[in-house]
């Protein structure tokens, strides 16, 4: 099995070691032609305004929406989150657009706002998730909820898609990743 990891910007390399410790195959995508035959994608947190121009100026945009849409697993932190967003409540700019939710961009202030907080995750338990200058779900609609913070939404499910508000591979409990890997497995034509 391998997972793409978009590797132009942010904090890609945590992904990478918790997957690798997962037995995972990792592939960084960091141009056009790194993106084949994936069983998953992994869409990590960093400054998703840099990340998406990126993905215009290295031919990545396209390819990438295309398989998403076709239905290939998708983890998303932060800046990912913001990525998939097809609404974004504090900025006129949307990116791939896949994943139903509106998001508000640095919804808990800037790097001082950052928190680490304990709570529940559904099919998890309770999950510690860390907070860096993270957005938020205001709305959600039909999509599934995983996880709320203070009556926020901070994770959802849309088919093929998790996105995250928060960082679970800045801890130790590999449970999320865990969760995504079998996604993959179980729709992976490559097994």
Do not use: W
Not at 68 to 93: K, R
Not at 172 to 182: A, S, T
């Amino acid at each position: 099995m391998k997972i793409g990891i978009l590797a132009v910007q942010g904090a890609f390399i945590e992904h990478e070691r918790i997957l690798s410790q997962l037995g995972v195959e990792c592939v960084e995508l960091r141009q056009a032609s790194d993106i084949s035959e994936l069983d998953g994608l992994v869409l990590p947190g960093g400054e998703s305004t840099v990340q998406g121009k990126l993905l215009h100026e290295l031919n990545m945009f396209e390819p990438m929406k295309q398989l998403i849409t076709d239905g290939l697993p998708t983890l998303a932190t932060c800046a990912g989150l913001i990525l998939l967003a097809e609404h974004i409540s504090n900025d006129s700019i949307v990116h791939l657009g896949t994943l139903p939710v509106r998001v508000k961009r640095n919804a808990y202030g800037r790097q001082l706002g950052s928190f680490r907080k304990k709570d529940n995750f559904k099919g998890i338990g309770e999950f510690e998730m860390t907070f860096i200058r993270a957005p938020y779900i205001e709305f959600a609609g039909t999509t599934e909820v995983l996880a709320t913070v203070d009556e926020r939404i901070v994770a959802v499910k849309h088919k093929n898609q998790i996105g995250l508000a928060f960082h679970p591979e800045l801890g130790e409990d590999l449970r999320i990743h865990q969760m995504f890997v079998k996604m993959c497995k179980e729709s992976s034509p490559h097994n």
